[in-house]
């Protein structure tokens, strides 16, 4: 299968030629082949006009939690403690296989019709996680993501099982779309057992596993944390070896100043999610400050139960805007840093040959309409891309070379089907009493 | 023309019956006849099936600049002098009554089709921007801006004889879709004249007109006001009569507790636009404040060279969320608080008998489509619109009765003719050298 786009407005993110205007931009088999102002060689199944539209890397969203898709909305209005005990943790109680299937289908429909090509996930059901990343056809760092109460060998633990086997079976499938990641959930979730800190970062060393963990999201998390070691989150865990193979700190709200240059040190990711952390009241993370550190800053959306959106153009404007506001000054978090973040960052973030328009990258692309009255006139590309757009304009999302959505239709998920499921079992046997 | 609305979520923002189910809702000429889950009586000329649809208000975008759509993402990254002196200023001294209108055409459509049904306008070149809004079918409250930088008598002013002018050939038009309010740009642009304030503030009384200012958008205009009279923008004004009939001060960014009071007692609606307000690193206003002080606050996007979307769901999303990180508190700004701001609360800054969904209220209405994977599932229909919709999950807008656009389509827009008065005059005419 060869695809070749002509006539297309590309922004590559490849800093040797950012935006190219009446481009061709040619994709066979996984890969990109060519970029360039000139028809390349070569005979193509389909030719693609982007007339009036936007080539660019497929979004990276570098925070999710994909079942949670089913929560959305779900007890909205309640202070934290009121939404997690009397909402969130008992449909979380409820969740198996099935309704676990069903809100997958539904987060990937979602990111998918949105622009978003490649993701990063934390949770647990997660071989039926994967089975459903298979059939959508979207990119993902998949982790198994582990708590432990009380002191004991880590690797005795079910869940510990469950994260081997999912490695054993999936990592690496279909020529690297499905990554299988380590994962501490948080040190909240996990200090009575410090053994397993250093023993997923030994197994993450010597199974080549990037590692995802929740840092400092909220203050009280990473006060208590340095209160019970006298350390933060990201220095505690450096402590234990738990970053060896670098990794995806998502959050970072608390980070102090000498986290940021251990993080820079280590290519720890600081994955920030400034949705999600303003509607959980957890704060504002200091993205300039980690950005002038030389931290690699990610986006995500986080679960959409606390978003609850996973429309990732919405976090690119408000990571280009939230920061202007706060540090009240119109130069930080440009619209080009911001969109960085969302692309190529998120592809250093989960360690993938991704998030760039240039020969030899992953074909992970994103057609967007700038023919629509919102995108009109378009002054400069990339503003418009970052200020502008919202998930809807997305026309085409290709992951690997395969087209997975184009003109509102999508062609790796049966929607009908997957909001069949909900409706039939996965709502019912969750939230009906 | 009789419509009827069945089958509907109607989420109505009357207090009586906030949310009804499987409801119908009648609209005879320009207004609503009949709302209730009881089929009405009567024939109708068309009916619309609500299944899988949610009916609101239209929303009221309490503050842009209509003609300015013609500036979005123009000089985006500078820091704002440069931006204002290298880009803005310039390109507005060369508008011209054809650019103003394509501008303008183009900012309704972008409006309309995001589910906005009523708009408030500073800006000058207001018999275009009118003539524009008469064509579009949306409600608007124009307002010729003035400044005045020397002592004179406002009233021989050629922009005071212009605000005369449309005020006599638009004030009530077309059963009031046409309401001409009185505006000073703001003190910092006036103060040279404070005569200005006191026969705008009794023109406004004889003429039963609202009133448009900016009000303590930035922290230095704020505090030179202070410098220059010892009083604050609000209270300087309030001196000179100017709030005789109320009125809307965009932004609000630094006024004080004590404005606050002011504004509640004056009825002088504070609107809070916050994406602009970040945009342009201006902060961030204290709407919990507001709140508590009992001021109405409505909502804008204002001009979309600074946000740079008209999409008022973003700004919904944005100040329900927005103010819970910055206070902490995931209670601050309730979803519904956020869409009474852009429904209700923008119908009594605009003085409107709309907002809501109720018997004899003008018939300013939206279907928003709840099939999207998006909006999927609902557990709760308000969270729903706040926090998971933006303006292109709409289906149907409607104003006055009139259907304005349905299913991607303008019904009294000529999209095509408009991008190629742009296209062909109107950016060529202000950007090309």
Chains 1, 2 share one sequence.
Not at 58 to 77: D, E, I, K, S, W
Not at 147 to 165: I, L, Y
Not at 168 to 185: C, F, M, Q, T
Not at 236 to 263: I, K, N, P, R
Request: proline share 4%; with cysteine; hydrophobic share 40%.
């Amino acid at each position: 299968m060869a695809i070749l786009f002509e006539q297309v407005t590309a922004v590559t993110m490849d800093p040797t030629q950012p935006i190219l205007h009446n481009a061709y931009v040619a994709v066979e088999g996984n890969s990109i082949s060519y970029v360039g102002t000139q028809p390349p060689q070569g005979t193509f199944t389909r030719t693609i006009s982007g007339a009036g539209k936007v080539l660019m890397p497929g979004l990276v969203n570098a925070h999710t939690h994909l079942p949670m898709t089913l929560m959305r909305g779900y007890g909205g209005g309640c202070d934290l403690q009121h939404w997690l005990n009397d909402y969130i943790f008992p449909a979380e109680d409820k969740l198996d296989s099935r309704s676990v299937k069903a809100g997958t289908m539904l987060a990937l429909a979602e990111l998918i019709a949105s622009g978003t090509t490649c993701v990063a996930d934390m949770y647990y059901f997660c071989d039926d996680i994967a089975q459903c990343v298979d059939t959508a056809g979207i990119n993902a760092n998949l982790s198994r993501s582990l708590v432990c109460f009380q002191e004991q060998d880590p690797t005795q633990m079910e869940s510990w099982k469950e994260m081997e086997a999912l490695y054993e079976k999936w990592n690496g499938y279909d020529h690297g779309r499905i990554l299988v990641d380590a994962s501490v959930h948080a040190e909240y979730t996990s200090f009575a057992c410090p053994a397993l800190w250093e023993t997923l970062g030994n197994w993450a060393v010597n199974h080549h596993c990037n590692m995802q963990v929740h840092i400092s999201e909220t203050q009280s998390e990473h006060e208590d944390c340095i209160h019970r070691h006298g350390k933060t989150p990201i220095a505690l865990f450096d402590q234990y070896g738990l970053w060896q193979t670098g990794g995806v700190a998502a959050h970072c709200v608390y980070v102090s100043e000498e986290d940021m240059d251990l993080m820079a040190q280590r290519g720890i990711t600081a994955v920030h999610n400034p949705m999600s952390n303003l509607k959980l009241a957890s704060g504002i993370a200091r993205v300039p400050s980690l950005l002038k550190h030389g931290v690699n800053v990610a986006l995500g959306t986080d679960g959409v139960a606390s978003n609850n959106s996973h429309d990732m153009f919405e976090e690119i404007k408000l990571a280009a805007t939230l920061h202007k506001g706060v540090t009240r000054d119109p130069m930080a978090v440009s619209a080009h840093e911001a969109l960085s973040m969302a692309t190529v960052n998120g592809a250093a973030a989960l360690k993938r040959n991704t998030g760039m328009i240039a020969e030899g990258k992953q074909a992970d692309l994103i057609l967007v309409d700038f023919t629509a009255p919102a995108l009109t006139p378009c002054h400069d590309v990339e503003e418009n891309l970052a200020f502008s757009s919202n998930g809807s304009h997305v026309q085409l999302t290709m992951a690997m070379g395969q087209i997975l959505y184009e003109n509102g239709q999508f062609l790796t998920i049966d929607l009908e089907q997957v909001q069949h499921k909900l409706k039939d079992y996965a709502l019912p046997h969750i939230f009906q009493k």
